[in-house]
Structure formats: structure tokens, C-alpha cells
């Protein structure tokens, strides 16, 4: 059974390890166990049987959602799981009243477009050299939201 949560600390051992596996700078423990108590952040964890599958963190910065990243491990993938937490963080924004969202995401990363496109992100312009290792433009996507809170 998958379902959706709010990240506890009991899931922050498993999303540091999905965390080492993608990401050449991958968010340590201590940084994690952080955000399950941080006000102004949101991370979320997709749950199957049990595992951490996958999950993925927004920042509210003002009134402006900025999502920092999103993962789903390797067996998971394609399954739909990247999509939910998505449809999970648009849910949350909308319910705390943000109406913009915005992410980067590396120029060759074309799964992650996709999917961000497939919830209403657009490229906005690219950030030259934003990435390292290897070195990489990033594209800077936005999703304006159509209510005008502010
Ligand atoms: C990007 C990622 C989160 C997608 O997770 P996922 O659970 O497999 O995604 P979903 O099954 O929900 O698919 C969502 C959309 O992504 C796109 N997508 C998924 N797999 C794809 C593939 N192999 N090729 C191209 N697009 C793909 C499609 O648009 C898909 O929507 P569709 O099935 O309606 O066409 C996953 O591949 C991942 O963790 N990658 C490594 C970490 C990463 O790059 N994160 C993004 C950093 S910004």
C-alpha cells in the first residue's frame, strides 16, 4: 500500500540514503531531522509497505513555494509516485494560500522536466554554471498560480 505523509523523523535515516544514492551534495541526517520540525518547510515522503519510496521538499519563502527536491528510488520509479508527491505539494500551497511555486532543475535532467511540465511548470531562464559536479546550467521553472491570494 503507498500513501502519502508529512516526513517524520523515523523517515529521515531512509531519505539520507536516497539523498547519497542521486545527488552528488545530498542532504545530510541532521539537515533532514531539521526540516521535520521547520515551520516554513514542507517535506513529504511517499510510503510503500512500509519503505521510504520516495520524497520531496518545498521551502515557503514569503508567499512563494520553492521546492528543493524531489526523489523516488530506483524501484519505484515510473509508477507514479513522483507525480502524487507533486499533486501532494500543489495541495499543500494551495491550502496555505501560495500562489507561486518555483524550482531549478539541471538543463539534461529531462525526466524531472517532464514532470515538472506535466504539473504546469514552465522554463523561465537559465541560471549559467548553476551546478557542479558535473558542472551544469540549471533551468529555473516557475508555476504562477491562478488564484492572486496576494
Ligand atoms: C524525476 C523522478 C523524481 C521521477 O519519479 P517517478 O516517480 O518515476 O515519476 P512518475 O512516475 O510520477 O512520472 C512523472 C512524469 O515524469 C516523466 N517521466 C517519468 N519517467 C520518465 C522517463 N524515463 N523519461 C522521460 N520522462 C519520464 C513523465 O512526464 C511522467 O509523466 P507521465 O507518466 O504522465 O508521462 C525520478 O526519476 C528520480 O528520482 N530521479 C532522480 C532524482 C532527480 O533527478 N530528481 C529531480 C531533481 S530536480
Not at 546550467?137 to 491562478?146: N, Q, S
Amino acid at each position: 500500500m503507498l500513501k502519502y505523509r508529512e516526513m517524520t523523523e523515523e523517515d529521515c535515516k531512509e531519505v539520507a540514503i536516497l539523498e547519497k544514492e542521486n545527488f552528488e551534495h545530498p542532504w545530510s541526517f541532521d539537515s533532514l531531522i531539521k526540516e521535520v520540525h521547520n515551520e516554513s518547510s514542507v517535506f513529504i515522503t511517499a510510503v510503500s509497505d512500509g519503505k521510504v519510496a520516495g520524497y520531496a521538499g518545498m521551502y515557503i519563502v514569503c508567499d512563494e513555494g520553492d521546492i528543493t527536491n524531489i526523489v523516488v528510488g530506483e524501484d519505484y520509479r515510473g509508477k507514479g509516485i513522483a507525480s502524487g508527491m507533486m499533486d501532494y505539494l500543489i495541495q499543500k500551497a494551495d491550502s496555505m494560500k501560495i500562489n507561486d511555486m518555483t524550482l531549478e532543475v539541471r538543463v539534461s535532467n529531462l525526466t524531472a522536466i517532464h514532470l515538472y511540465e506535466k504539473f504546469g511548470f514552465v522554463s523561465e531562464g537559465i541560471r549559467p554554471g548553476f551546478y557542479d559536479s558535473p558542472n551544469e546550467d540549471a533551468m529555473i521553472m516557475w508555476r504562477r498560480g491562478v488564484n492572486n491570494y496576494h
